[in-house]
């Protein structure tokens, strides 16, 4: 699978939902023709690329594990514990485009930045989901299957999880490195593990502890459109 820029890139109407414009609002043709200037950016700079690899359940065990800073509960151990396959990932979609986010804010081009960045968060997002969709075909994913990333910061799997997925798959052959605090760099780029299984497996309540910090919450929309 090759990842193409013009596949990954978001809608304006994605970018505006994401900042958290509401779907009714007024939007000035200012703030559209800023979108289109970062979009343009983007495209030009962007270099997306992956790595990734399938492994045992046995495997993904002792990576998942191997920190010791999970949390106690956490629904990932259940999920992984009754998959059919895995494979870890690593995306990125280049350095540039943080270097021409930060070339934007010096020119004070305050909007067309923050677009950018948008565009870049949701470009990666929507690059994992071209690798659950190339995963599915590659495994002959049935009606009754799903797969589904989930990455270490989420679900109770710590960030120091990356370590070993970075262990195995050395992503530094795509220029993408972590630093002593589990960040990676470029900062657009994102870790984890690829699980296929029955539907029902991904499906769980998000009422653990850590579920109270987290800002995304993007668990809820994936398992209501497992359950439809």
Known sequence: MELIT???????????????VPEQATIKEAIRLDFYSALEIFQSSAKPQYLAEEISKEIFDEIFNASGLNEEENPLQSIYSAADQIALFVITVGGVVTEKIKECMTKNEIVIASMMDTIASLAVENSVGLLEDYFAEKWNSREEETVLGYSPGYCGWHLAGQTEIFRILKPEKIDVHLSDSFLMEPI???????IKGPKEIHLFRNNFQFCSTCVDHTCVSRMKNLKK
């Open 188 to 194: 657009k780029s994102v870790s984890g593990v690829i």
């Open 6 to 20: 013009s596949q990954i890139v978001p809608s304006f109407s994605d970018v505006l939902r994401r900042q958290g």
